[in-house]
């Protein structure tokens, strides 16, 4: 029988096979858990795509992942998804993840429109939701601390300690008195200038890391008989 050999993406470094299933339902667990936008959902998927010995989407190519979506338009998990479906099993794998993203916020919504005007008007609801935004603030906190111990090199850890006391603690913003509006120019500027000034000759100079074992992509091409 023929077997899954390295696919788009996800023959990184070599590792075991794949099939759809190992890409979607990850996706969709994480879709119906997402609560507050798409940066709660970066710890989930860190955790169920490239972690483990043999991750769906290497780790490195996650933080590229995250670090695109954030680049673009529009909303940050449709890109990423889009993206990590990609570097596993290609134009199709992307279409597919990001769909199972969504599908479970779609299909809540259309459920809960017969009943539209009533949940509005729910109090107990809303009580219920003001708790779920302070988890949601909760899995942003940690989609940060995550995403910090991703990293390899060890400049990018002072970066992105120091974008985020820019972004959410307003250093060196308040200091400098600038305005609100101001302070997400500032962090990119400072997430920018010191990137360049440290993560690049450190990577162009440091050792080569490993490759990172991963699952083939499924049904990508066929390497040999058995």
């Known amino acids: 029988m023929g077997h899954v050999g390295a696919g788009c993406g996800g023959g990184e470094g070599g590792g075991g096979e794949g099939s759809w299933l190992d890409l979607l339902e990850p996706c969709y667990r994480c879709g119906s858990l997402v609560w507050g936008g798409g940066t709660s959902v970066i710890p989930l998927l860190l955790r169920e795509i490239s972690d483990g010995p043999l991750p769906l989407v290497a780790p490195p190519r996650f933080l590229e992942g995250v670090a695109a979506a954030h680049a673009l338009p529009g909303p940050g ?47 107990k609801l809303a009580s219920a939701m003001r708790g779920l935004h302070a988890c949601a603030a909760g899995m942003v906190v940690a989609s940060t601390m995550l995403l910090l111990q991703t990293t390899s090199a060890p400049p990018q850890h002072a970066i992105a300690l120091l974008c985020f006391a820019s972004l959410h603690g307003a250093w060196p913003a308040t200091p400098l008195r ?33 490759a990172t074992p991963s699952r083939h992509a499924p049904f990508t091409h066929t390497t040999g008989t058995g």
């Open 77 to 123: 998990i449709l890109s990423l998804g889009s993206y990590l479906g990609g570097a596993y099993a290609g134009p199709l794998g992307a279409l597919l993840a990001s769909a199972a993203l969504h599908l479970p916020g779609a299909l809540l919504i259309c459920a809960a429109l017969p009943w539209w005007e009533a949940v509005r008007s729910s109090s």
């Open 178 to 210: 600038l305005p609100a509006r101001l302070h997400p120019a500032l962090t990119v500027a400072i997430g920018l200038g010191l990137g360049l000034a440290l993560c690049l000759p450190w990577l162009l100079v440091g050792t080569p890391s490993a």
